[in-house]
């Protein structure tokens, strides 16, 4: 035979060959096997099942064959194929599961705990993302503002009176929600922060070089950031004792579009007593909508918002003499803010434009008796804050510069009477129109600089805010931080941040600068240094100094929680340092932050200490997950060196709690016993405890997590001091303070 012939002969005989096709399937079910090994076991051939759990083994030899197939999770079978010299051969062969029992592999990341999050703000300024906030072991329950407590940021242990930063008081504070400017984010009586921390997905807190397009502030700008809508429905929220949330979220019928809505409603009057006159009554509310849309290239924000309070406390303290219901009159607070506004960024190759524009509404409305004023003083505010800002944001390499302008209005009004008489009443509008710079540069590989200048004009009247940080890295894992700067306020509160109704009135009484109300100015020097050994670890310490001028102090003028006529204008310095620690795991997460400061307020020939004004601060905390689905939780919060006011008068106060059912507010105390803040009070000390235990539930396919929460405050029971009163006919000084057990709060929270 020739070498041709036998050629042909081998093609031929080779096309003769059979082949071996089937389906794969579940023995159990009939579903198809993937990826399914079907071997021919002599020829060590193999192939893999498709998506249908077909396979085909192409020119296998006529004869018997060993067929072999294989999956994991299912026994494996052996069979013998008698093949024929051509054709095809179709065997379907079924696998009986054999489910493979494995150990549990646990997969975890750190903790969220302040200050260890990614990526971290420039310290010391502060950045918390919601996670960090959810599991904050000094909260019972998430909340945006109480969560930047610690060190040179001091809140009153028990009210929410409003965040003090360095000295500072509250309305020296401005809040931003996406940017657009926010009035009284406060609620009282068992509930602090306004925003509804389902809605939000990080804060900022930026105390040394806050963005120049942001609201002008003296201390500092607390900045919200609302969760961006999903690509799917997704609802979460909570009912506890202190109050319910409700949030929903997702896409809309048009690409890259989405909506997010959230509300609440806080109870302090849940736990009521009718027959007891001192008892709280009152509710709160907040909502945000946002909706987000692609537009001309970039990207469109509209965002709506607004927060309700309304309070009744009782005039005069129940005597335990009294067998019937006190008939008396109520003091009556009530405050509300209102938000809307749209954002467009475009971004370009190495520049991003921004414009913004916002309407904000603000009101506040007190009714106040006291023995020395019949009939009672009513007291009404308004605030009309309207806006817009455009700049631009150049970015290249580690250098960058923002160029802006900024226009506002703001109208304000506040009157007080008492009957038909008016004891106070100023109108004022402030026209601001302001142009900024700000440039940030590389001066080697570990040194950068930023400055910034605001020129701004407020009714004619011009002003400079300059800004110079220097910051330098001696290694990967430390940062130094230098900076002075000088702020303007272009308005301010006309609150009594010392009167005792503060416990449950925090909300701003801004009046504009210009003709009564000074523009305030506040000049600022920090120096900090961060350093981060390793992962997961983190130090940080800061030292500063603070002159402040022009501030409206009503405390000066009498103990009303509003000004009712005069106040002084005066001045004050603050000094202090912190020390910060952290550390987090997959199971655990450790904080605690130390603050020392001496702040001093003076007007005339009076120096005071004012009430938020502790020269030591101790807080500390843990966070263990013992298991994935609980955690436990342990804070302390201590304050010492406290100063107050003692007033005359019978007061009573004590926080809304499960326990002894207690939410109460009584009395309108109308003359101080002694001068501001002559008053030493005790140590404040408390000790909380907090349990936290969820599930995954699955529900038509999603994921639904259901949870149990509750915390204890205040376990040991200690009897912490919040003001002193002096009875009028004795002279006899008694120490108000919270109740031992006090509060406990219990809720169910979900996230789908």
Known sequence: MTVPAAIHLLIAAQALLASLTGIVRDEHTGAPVHGATVTLVDFDRSVVTDTEGRYALPDVPPGPQHVAVRRMGYQPRTFHALVPREGPLVIDVSLKPAPIPLEEVEVRTAVPISGLEEPVTRFPDRRMTVAAVRHHPLLAEPDMLEAVRGGEVTLHPEAPNGIHVRGGSSDQIAYVLDGIPVLSPYHAAGTFGAWNPDALSSIELHTVSPPPAYPDALSGVLAGTTRAPGTVLCSQGSVSTTQARLTFDGPLGFRDAGYLVSTRLSFPGLIYHPHESSHLRGDGSDWIAKLELPLLGGRLRGLGYASLTEIEAATRVRSPADTIPLAVEANEFGWDSRSYGVTWTRPFDDVALHLRAWSVAGNAQVLWWSRDSLPPQRL???????????????????????????????????????????????????????????????????????????????????????????????????????????????????????????????????????????????????????????????????????????????????????????????????????????????????????????????????????????????????????????????????????????????????????????????????????????????????????????????????????????????VLGRSNVMAVTVDPSTGKRQEVGLRPQSPLVIGLDWRF
């Open 380 to 714: 009404d505010s308004e605030q009309r804050y309207a806006g817009a800002v455009g700049y631009v944001d150049l970015a290249r390499g580690r250098n960058r510069t923002a160029i802006g302008v900024r226009l506002e209005q703001d109208r304000t009004r506040y009157r007080v009477a008492a009957g038909d008489s008016t004891l106070d009443a100023i109108e004022a509008t402030a026209p601001v129109a302001a142009a900024f710079v700000q440039q940030r540069v590389g001066l080697g590989r570990r040194v950068e600089a930023e400055v910034s200048l605001t020129g701004t004009s407020v009714n004619g009247t011009p002003y400079l805010d300059p800004a110079v940080q220097a910051r330098w890295q001696p290694a990967d894992n430390t940062s130094v931080t230098c900076e002075c700067s000088r702020r303007h306020q272009y308005a301010q509160s006309l609150r009594n941040p010392e009167s005792i109704s503060t416990n449950i009135f925090p909300a701003d009484l801004y009046v504009a600068a210009g003709g009564e109300v000074p523009a305030a100015e506040s000049d600022l020097g920090v120096v900090a240094i961060e350093h981060r050994p390793v992962p997961g670890l983190r130090f940080a310490a800061q030292a500063y100094a603070r002159r402040f001028e022009s501030l409206v102090l009503v405390a000066s003028t009498g103990v009303s929680p509003f000004a009712t006529g005069d106040f002084a204008r005066g001045s004050g310095e603050a000094r202090g340092f912190t020390v910060q620690a952290g550390a987090n795991g997959a199971r655990y997460g450790v904080m605690a932050d130390y603050g020392y400061q001496r702040v001093r307020y003076e007007y005339g020939d009076t120096t005071y200490a004012p009430e938020h004004g502790a020269q030591h601060s101790l807080d500390a905390g843990l966070v263990v997950f013992p298991t994935p689905t609980w955690s436990v939780r342990v804070g302390l919060l201590s304050l010492f060196g406290r100063r107050g006011t003692a007033f005359v008068g019978p007061w009573e106060w004590e926080s809304c709690n499960l326990v002894d059912w207690g939410c109460e507010f009584a009395g309108s105390p109308d003359r101080r016993a002694d001068a501001l803040g002559a008053t030493t009070l005790p140590s404040y000390v408390r000790v909380d405890v907090g349990l936290r235990k969820h599930w995954h539930l699955p529900v038509r396919g999603r994921d639904v997590e259901i949870a149990l929460f509750a915390s204890a405050s205040n």
